[in-house]
């Protein structure tokens, strides 16, 4: 069955960097495109990033662009995550989708897989 793994999390200071990663398995990773999601407490889960399937085309949340870059490995088949500059309204469990059809997509019900989940902390 396909799983999405995802890692990195944890408590950064305000300001710290994270990269936090996403193996996959039970698919053809490069057939998928990859989505990274935040939810908060209390809050709706919402899109982060996105990743086309060959990695030539992405997407970004307008409260991360710039501080946050989305990145695949097909040959390791794990899609990445760095977030820079990181701020405390970046805390949030992040999880990592995969999406059957090729466009990258910002809406949660364009995804057909999900992860767990890791958490971010960021501390100010």
């Known amino acids: 069955q396909v799983q999405l793994v995802e890692s990195g999390g944890g408590l950064v200071q305000s300001g710290g960097s994270l990269r936090l990663s996403c193996v996959a398995s039970?698919?053809?990773?490069?057939?998928?495109?990859m989505g990274w999601f935040r939810q908060a407490p209390e809050k709706e889960r919402e899109f982060v990033a996105a990743i086309s399937r060959g990695g030539d085309s992405t997407m970004y949340a307008d409260s991360v662009r710039g501080r946050v870059t989305i990145s695949r490995d097909n040959a390791k088949n794990t899609v990445y995550l760095q977030m820079n500059t990181l701020k405390p309204e970046d805390t949030a469990v992040y999880y990592c989708?995969?999406?059957?059809?090729?466009?990258?997509?910002?809406?949660?019900?364009?995804?057909?897989?999900w992860g767990q989940g890791t958490q971010v902390t960021v501390s100010s």
């Open positions: 989708a995969a999406r059957t059809v090729a466009p990258v997509a910002r809406s949660k019900s364009a995804y057909n897989y």
């Open positions: 039970g698919l053809t990773f490069g057939g998928y495109a």
